[in-house]
């Protein structure tokens, strides 16, 4: 089969992200009640049916995946925003300026997504509550939109000033349920840490760009780091810079293990980089592997992430291992000898996916097994692998086979998954709450998996409501 020519967008990519983050808003959305689903459907180390943290249960699900799959992606996206800028001369200066403009944004992100939540505002929201809270996303489009090139400096600044300005204005005047206001420590944690790993990954990209191998040494210094202080701390400066912060509520040393993560994520970036360029130049058209052998590849990946997936949950240490094995094996076999430069592209990406599973799958062992919370060096390393399973599967059914129309929602979500992120919280549930959806579905819920169709409903209202404004071109600066 063909690839088709002249892209140069990596919509695969966009899936993944638009995957991790739709997948993160159903987990969120599941029933932690009486009619809770099996522990496979919720974090490994937070069980049904108390849903208490358990750090002594190994072991990972597929909801354990979804932050991994976007801060790898995230890693993906940096060679593509910064390497033409860098091409082009850009001055350290600028460089530099725009990263600490994207921390700052998310920085803001963070702490106004939390501020604006109707139950962080209320713990029993009422009409009132709900409005306040559309009221707080709605302040997010002139502050955070990108506002058309055309349009006169002057009419972007006065909008984004009046954004700005209700922002201000809305974390002056709210008061929260324990009497305070608006607070640096009241924060959403999964936004810090993406705010960290935006600055320091894209850091870490920008000066190892030319040196693959000293970015791999960046790893190194990160787990020695984490060896010193993880999961026994070492007395000594080691331990004193972990836990040293000048900005407690917004930075830890112990946030940058997420680069075990975000570094594969780059140079998976790289590899994509170079094919995009490839492929908008024609010059990856050619004959490829018929379709038999592409399925067959097709199914090798899934094999791949089931296997790991239920057996690291289920706890068939040595089958798992052993099978996995196996399957990359067979899997490295079907990836020889490709015919053009998207083949050559997948044959890279597969060796580096085996490379981090088989890393993550012998690190299984220590530190009590694999888990998300509080994430392990096998979590790090399994899940790179993992992610570019994932990718490599996404990109053969959207470039070879040409089904991009079967990702479409997907897509969109990955282009925009601030939207998303926050409109789950305060669009769709206040939407919903204030015209009596939500009555219906709680009707509706009245068993587990019809509590899982009710998380779908919702979680696909956002995703509709997210590809409407993608299509619109309305996207958030983040």
Same mark, same amino acid.
């Given at each position: ?9 990596? @919509? ?8 991790? *983050? ?76 725009? &990263? &600490? ?57 006065? /909008? ?31 936004? *810090? ?27 190194? /210094?990160? &787990? ?33 293990? @997420?680069?075990?993560? &975000? ?66 094996? /067979? ?121 899982? *169709? ?25």
């Amino acid at each position: 089969m063909n690839p088709a020519a002249g892209q140069n967008r990596a @919509y695969a990519l966009d899936a993944l992200r638009g995957l991790a *983050i739709l997948a993160m808003l159903l987990s969120g959305q599941l029933p932690f009640d009486s009619n809770a689903l099996p522990s496979w459907m919720y974090h490994a180390q937070e069980p049904p049916p108390t849903f208490q943290w358990n750090g002594a249960v190994p072991g990972i699900s597929w909801v354990d995946l979804v932050f991994p799959f976007f801060l790898f992606a995230m890693g993906a996206a940096f060679p593509l925003a910064l390497s033409r800028r860098m091409e082009n001369k850009a001055p350290a200066w600028k460089l530099f300026l725009f &990263v &600490v403009e994207r921390g700052f944004l998310l920085t803001f992100f963070s702490l106004f997504v939390m501020a604006i939540r109707p139950y962080t505002m209320s713990h029993h929201p009422t009409t009132a509550t709900w409005l306040v809270a559309l009221l707080g996303f709605f302040i997010f489009f002139p502050a955070l939109t990108r506002l058309p090139e055309a349009w006169p400096r002057t009419v972007k600044l006065s /909008i984004r000033g009046a954004g700005w300005l209700a922002a201000i204005l809305f974390c002056r005047f709210t008061t929260y349920p324990d009497g305070t206001h608006f607070d640096l420590g009241r924060s959403d944690i999964i936004m *810090i840490v993406l705010t960290n790993m935006a600055v320091f990954g894209s850091l870490v990209w920008m000066f190892t760009r030319e040196n693959l191998l000293l970015r791999l040494g960046v790893i190194g /210094i990160v &787990v020695a780091i984490r060896l010193s202080n993880m999961p026994q701390p070492t007395e000594g400066w080691v331990r004193d810079l972990w836990m040293m912060s000048p900005l407690p509520w917004l930075y830890h040393l112990y946030y940058l293990q @997420y680069l075990c993560i &975000v570094i594969p994520g780059t140079i998976a970036g790289d590899l994509i980089l170079k094919w995009t360029r490839q492929k908008a130049a024609g010059d990856s058209v050619g004959a490829g592997w018929p379709v038999g052998h592409y399925l067959a590849v097709l199914a090798t990946l899934a094999a791949v992430f089931f296997v790991v997936l239920v057996g690291l949950k289920a706890r068939w240490l040595i089958e798992t291992t052993w099978l996995a094995f196996a399957l990359c094996f /067979i899997g490295w076999m079907l990836f020889q000898k490709p015919l053009n430069d998207t083949e050559r592209l997948y044959q890279k990406f597969f060796n580096w996916g085996i490379y981090w599973l088989v890393l993550g799958l012998i690190f299984e062992p220590y530190e009590g097994g694999i888990k998300k919370d509080h994430p392990t060096l096998s979590y790090y390393f399994v899940t790179s692998g993992l992610a570019i399973v994932v990718f490599i599967g996404c990109s053969i059914l959207i470039d070879v086979f040409r089904k991009k129309r079967w990702f479409g929602l997907f897509i969109d979500n990955g282009q925009n998954p601030m939207i998303a992120y926050a409109g789950i919280n305060n669009f769709i549930t206040p939407v919903l709450a204030l015209t009596g959806g939500s009555w219906l579905l709680d009707r509706f819920a009245t068993t587990p998996w019809r509590g899982c *169709i009710k998380g779908a409903i919702i979680t696909l209202l956002m995703a509709l409501t997210v590809s409407v404004l993608t299509r619109l071109k309305i996207f958030w600066r983040t």
